[in-house]
């Protein structure tokens, strides 16, 4: 472990040519027959997207989004990892370390950051201020060097309960996170919980596999139906990245339109929309993520937890709970929405139980607001205890 070392990101305009270049050579299949997006992502809205963003699209007013908030990297765990590290403007601000996922990064975070640091900006209490710690999970975008040791989420955990305590030094702390960050938050409940004042989630560490209660109620049932067809229609992601996950990172790495389209497909199934998902998620903020994506080669290697997850135990190991205090804003179009009768039996100290309006798996993109606001009224009560 070594001291920080602040970090600027800038991609190279060969790289930058490169890409475009790619672009400008993309081979398309046909359109398979029926609807729009019925098998997989939409022709039309993919031809658009390339063109876009080979000739609209600016890397450079993105890569100055990320730049103005600081960053560093520290060798820790064997490899360099990314963080932004953002100071709350308040009297007392708690730590939180913010947790992205899968097919995310920190670029999910540039709006929802200051809404947390900031909060007398938009209309809060500066009391209620917090200092941001977003890490690039370990094997995504900036905390990816080819050939570097793969991650599964206990190994994440431990990871940032490491940074979190022994480089910024901070003895407790909150964490937040959806997808893989709700489960590496998780995971730092059971495996650290001495360090922990709370976690907040937008997606709960429930395994699907286990069976249905023997009486379910109404609710139970419905979940229960929604797991079936979750599992039919929508895991084949997960078999390929969780068994075979070197095999799809060639043709992702190679093809700026494949990885675009594999990316696209998941903002248009996971997020709360009336049809066109761009408008809950900015065609600049979209490309923004797929473009780190690209720019540092981390597809094969962001795939790691899906392997680790399909050939080790579930992250909470069976017969544990996580018992620090849990905060959960239940966005309505999450990939899976468990009722609160079955989260209690793995979360045992819910504090907080939010049902958001509107919203889906990329909560801090498509409401950044609604969840700022969720994550510090959790964070209040618990202040004194860090």
Not at 221 to 249: N, S, V
Not at 250 to 264: E, F, H, Q, R, V
Not at 358 to 386: C, I, W, Y
């Amino acid at each position: 472990m070594s001291d920080p070392k602040p970090f600027t990101l800038h991609v190279s305009e060969n790289d930058i040519a490169d890409l475009r270049t790619r672009l400008a050579q993309t081979r398309f299949p046909d359109q398979a027959p029926d609807a729009p997006w019925a098998y997989g992502t939409d022709l039309g809205y993919l031809r658009g997207l390339v063109d876009y963003w080979r000739n609209t699209f600016d890397w450079r007013v993105q890569e100055a989004r990320l730049n103005a908030f600081p960053q560093f990297k520290v060798k820790l765990h064997g490899i360099d990892l990314h963080y932004l590290h953002v100071p709350g403007k308040g009297p007392d601000p708690k730590p939180l370390l913010l947790l992205h996922g899968w097919p995310g990064s920190v670029f999910e975070f540039m709006e929802i950051i200051p809404r947390l640091t900031d909060p007398t900006r938009f209309g809060g209490d500066a009391k209620d201020a917090v200092t941001v710690i977003a890490p690039s999970l370990p094997g995504y975008g900036l905390s990816f060097q080819p050939n570097q040791k793969r991650f599964g989420i206990a190994d994440m955990a431990d990871c940032f309960a490491d940074l979190m305590t022994k480089v910024l030094g901070y003895p407790k702390f909150a964490a937040q996170g959806g997808d893989w960050g709700a489960f590496t938050s998780s995971a730092l409940g059971v495996r650290h919980a001495d360090k922990l004042a709370g976690i907040h989630l937008n997606m709960l560490s429930i395994n699907p596999s286990h069976p249905p209660p023997a009486h379910p109620t109404p609710e139970e049932q419905l979940y229960a139906e929604q797991i079936a067809h979750w599992a039919k229609e929508d895991t084949g992601y997960i078999q390929i990245q969780g068994t075979r996950p070197q095999t799809l990172a060639y043709g992702l790495t190679d093809s700026p339109a494949g990885l675009g389209a594999w990316i696209a497909e998941k903002f248009h199934i996971w997020t709360d929309h009336a049809g066109d998902f761009e408008t809950v998620v900015h065609r600049d903020h979209l490309l923004a993520n797929i473009s780190l994506y690209w720019f540092t080669g981390a597809i094969g290697s962001s795939f790691w937890p899906y392997y680790d997850r399909l050939h080790a135990p579930w992250p909470i190991p069976d017969g544990r709970t996580v018992d620090v205090p849990t905060g959960y804003a239940a966005f309505p179009k999450e990939i899976r929405r468990p009722p609160r009768s079955i989260a209690e039996k793995i979360y045992t100290d819910i504090r907080q139980w939010t049902v958001m309006e509107k919203g889906g798996h990329f909560a801090a993109m498509e409401q950044p607001a609604a969840l700022a606001t969720d994550v510090l009224n959790f964070l209040a009560p618990l202040r004194p205890s860090f």
